[in-house]
């Protein structure tokens, strides 16, 4: 009975020592600690690996104040909220399907807004690439806006590549606008995602996706104005515009330079001629005015006052 008892007990000693072995880190080159686990004599090394976290910045929305027309008091609104109040519009990011539901759904919103329906929308485009898919929704949302009479204004801030040169280029004509630093890149789209299948099925797969860069390559002709053949040879290979050369080729409209202040451009005023016929004396060279002699009030006679009294007759 007491042997039994001696082996249980050695037995849960080993289950145990094995558990904390499980959960000691392993080495990885920093170190080592000797330790001794449960009187075995075994030396283990340890790792003395720290895991540090990078700093990250809040992700929160920043809040700003604003203030609804007719309103005495701003509340304090998300950022792109106020800015889609305003009918302005911030697409800095890659267009995938998340993002495409987004911008069609608040294009959606500023389209039934009837309080500012006259307003035009102003799209501010940041769009290192895109999905063909989502970026063609996006443009037709785009072109249907303008077949009902809305004013669509884009500003290309930074850059416009892939599909996001076709959606800024989608703007109103001579509403398109680009910063004097940003850039334009022209290029063909190929599958969204990994095709795996049949060698059939990806040939059909190539098949759409040339039949759809050949539809773009018409899209481009149309709003820049440029011959098929020409966007055809320059998409062979990556094509990269700056502000004037956009301009140039017809993707936008104007470049946005800084102005010089609020008076504009320094500009010659005539302020008419100061000369005369007559020499002009400055006050230095006036003669310096004759002094006056104090005059002394004549006498007055006597009875030519009004205030004196009346006269009795006989008195002298």
């Keep these: 009975m007491r042997t039994s008892f001696k082996i249980l007990q050695f037995l849960l000693a080993s289950v145990a020592i094995k558990s904390c072995l499980a959960f000691a880190p392993t080495n990885h080159g920093h170190g080592s600690i000797p330790s001794t686990l449960g009187g075995v004599g075994e030396k283990r090394s340890v790792a003395c690996a720290v895991k540090r976290m990078p700093i990250m910045m809040p992700t929160q929305e920043p809040m700003v104040p604003y203030r609804d027309s007719g309103s005495d008091y701003a509340s304090f609104v998300g950022l792109n909220s106020a800015l889609l109040r305003d009918r302005k519009l911030w697409i800095g990011k890659f267009i995938d399907d998340n993002a495409s539901n987004d911008i069609i759904s608040s294009l959606i919103y500023l389209t039934t807004e009837a309080d500012n329906a006259y307003k035009p929308v102003e799209l501010y485009l940041n769009v290192p690439g895109a999905l063909l898919r989502p970026s063609l929704a996006i443009y037709d949302v785009i072109q249907q806006l303008k077949s009902s009479g809305k004013e669509i204004v884009t500003t290309n801030f930074a850059l416009c590549a892939g599909m996001g040169s076709l959606i800024a280029a989608a ?85 946005l330079l800084p102005s ?38 004549a006498k007055k006679k006597k009875g030519d006052d009004d205030d004196d009294g009346p006269q009795i007759a006989g008195l002298k």
Excluded at 219 to 239: A, N, V, W
Excluded at 247 to 252: A, E, Q, S, T
Excluded at 263 to 282: A, H, I, T
């Design 171 to 255: 703007g109103t004509k001579g509403k398109r606008r680009v910063m004097p630093n940003a850039r334009f890149l022209l290029q063909k789209t190929g599958i969204d995602s990994v095709f795996q299948g049949q060698a059939t099925d990806i040939a059909l797969e190539v098949k759409n996706v040339k039949t759809w860069n050949q539809k773009i390559i018409g899209e481009l002709s149309e709003l820049t104005g440029q011959p098929y053949e020409r966007i055809e040879q320059d998409l062979k290979r990556d094509f990269y515009l700056s502000s004037d050369e956009a301009v140039r080729y017809g993707l936008c409209d104007e470049v």
């Design 260 to 297: 010089f202040g609020k008076m504009g451009l320094p500009v010659n005023v005539d302020l008419g001629s100061f000369s005369s016929g007559e020499d002009q004396k400055y006050q230095r060279d006036r003669p310096e005015p004759e002094e006056q002699k104090p005059t002394t009030p």
